[in-house]
């Protein structure tokens, strides 16, 4: 089991920043991929970025130059930092996180980009 716990989220104006936490904890050894994921209302829930145990990246293009996905040494940690923040970026953001076993969602944090 994999719980998590995410932070970070918040209102910013346009062209800003956030940076967005997602700490893991119980069988983190397991851990072989994490990623966040938005979900905009009425629309449906979409990858944004991920990274493997190895620190292979992937962004969706919407995301690509703008946000930077990272891990902690202890691979227990994601962050997404968000830069130059635009307002379709706001959404719900969800951490998932993926183990030999089984796939695990965070609670959520809103983001807000407006002015």
């Known amino acids: 089991q994999v719980q998590l716990v995410e932070s970070g989220g918040g209102l910013v104006q346009p062209g800003g920043s956030l940076r967005l936490s997602c700490a893991a904890s119980?069988?983190?050894?397991?851990?072989?991929?994490m990623s966040w994921y938005r979900q905009a209302p009425g629309k449906e829930r979409e990858s944004v970025a991920g990274?493997?145990?190895?620190?292979?990246?992937t962004y969706a293009d919407s995301v690509k130059g703008r946000f930077t996905i990272s891990t902690d040494n202890a691979k227990s940690t994601v962050y997404l930092q968000m830069n130059s923040l635009k307002p379709e970026d706001t959404a719900v953001y969800y951490c998932?996180?993926?183990?030999?076993?089984?796939?695990?969602w965070g609670q959520g944090t809103q983001v807000t980009v407006s002015s």
């Open positions: 990274i493997t145990r190895g620190s292979t990246t």
């Open positions: 998932n996180v993926q183990t030999l076993w089984g796939v695990y």
């Open positions: 119980g069988s983190t050894s397991l851990i072989n991929f």
